[in-house]
Antibody, heavy 121, light 107 residues
Framework: QVQLVESGGGVVQPGRSLRLSCAAS????????FHWVRQAPGKGLEWVAY????????FYEDSVKGRFTISRDSSKNTLYLQMNSLRAEDTAVYYC??????????????WGQGTLVTVSS | EIVLTQSPATLSLSPGERATLSCRAS??????LAWYQQKPGQPPRLLIY???NRATDIPARFSGSGSGTDFSLTISSLEPEDFAVYYC?????????FGGGTTVEIK
């Protein structure tokens, strides 16, 4: 079955960096694009970043552009989110989510359980 | 950025009743809209994509309709497991955006 398992969250000081990972299994990783979506405590969902199936396309939400980098390693079936210059407002549960298969079908058909990132001094 | 406005914020209903949730886009997204269900402590689950297509294993009591700027999600007869938060999401333009959510609570 499809599984996405995030890791790498934790407490970090403002201005520092953190790298999240998402290990995928149960499907052909290299056929799919992936997203990162976050949810601040008690708040709604916010899309963060997207990477295409082959890594050739990346898109970012404006507030993370230049600070966050999405990447993938198909040899390890793993998705990453490198987060630099972290701010208090980046505090959230970060979910990795698989892109729905289909041209321009930028929906999220499977989600991981999420990893909590807390930015605090 | 396309803003999605969901209404009502909270819907108080009893099991067996019909629920109708609304999502309005700040500009046309054609049929490029999805609905998700989220329960406490869980990730969201895709219910509906392209405005009216049920995702895999989603019960027939869930249906979606609409196009352009006005969309709705209908749950024909609420089951106990349907009490949750529901989000709409558009793929018509980058950045992808979500609505603020509608909580369906037990009356």
């Amino acid at each position: 079955q499809v599984q996405l398992v995030e890791s790498g969250g934790g407490v970090v000081q403002p201005g520092r960096s953190l790298r999240l990972s998402c290990a995928a299994s149960g499907f052909t990783f290299s056929n799919y694009g992936f997203h990162w979506v976050r949810q601040a405590p008690g708040k709604g969902l916010e899309w963060v970043a997207y990477i295409s199936y082959d890594g050739s396309d990346e898109f970012y939400e404006d507030s993370v552009k230049g600070r966050f980098t999405i990447s993938r390693d198909s040899s390890k079936n793993t998705l990453y989110l490198q987060m630099n210059s972290l701010r208090a407002e980046d505090t959230a549960v970060y979910y990795c989510a698989r892109k729905y298969l289909g041209y321009n079908m930028y929906y999220f058909d499977y989600w991981g359980q999420g990893t909590l990132v807390t930015v605090s001094s | 950025e396309i803003v999605l406005t969901q209404s009502p914020a909270t819907l108080s209903l009893s099991p067996g009743e019909r629920a109708t949730l609304s999502c309005r886009a700040s500009q046309s997204v054609s049929s490029s809209l999805a609905w998700y269900q989220q329960k406490p402590g869980q990730p969201p689950r895709l219910l509906i994509y392209e405005a009216s297509n049920r995702a895999t294993d989603i019960p027939a009591r869930f249906s979606g309709s609409g196009s352009g700027t006005d969309f709705s999600l209908t749950i024909s007869s609420l089951e106990p497991e349907d009490f949750a938060v529901y989000y709409c999401q558009q793929r018509g333009n980058w950045p992808l955006t979500f609505g603020g959510g509608t909580t369906v609570e037990i009356k």
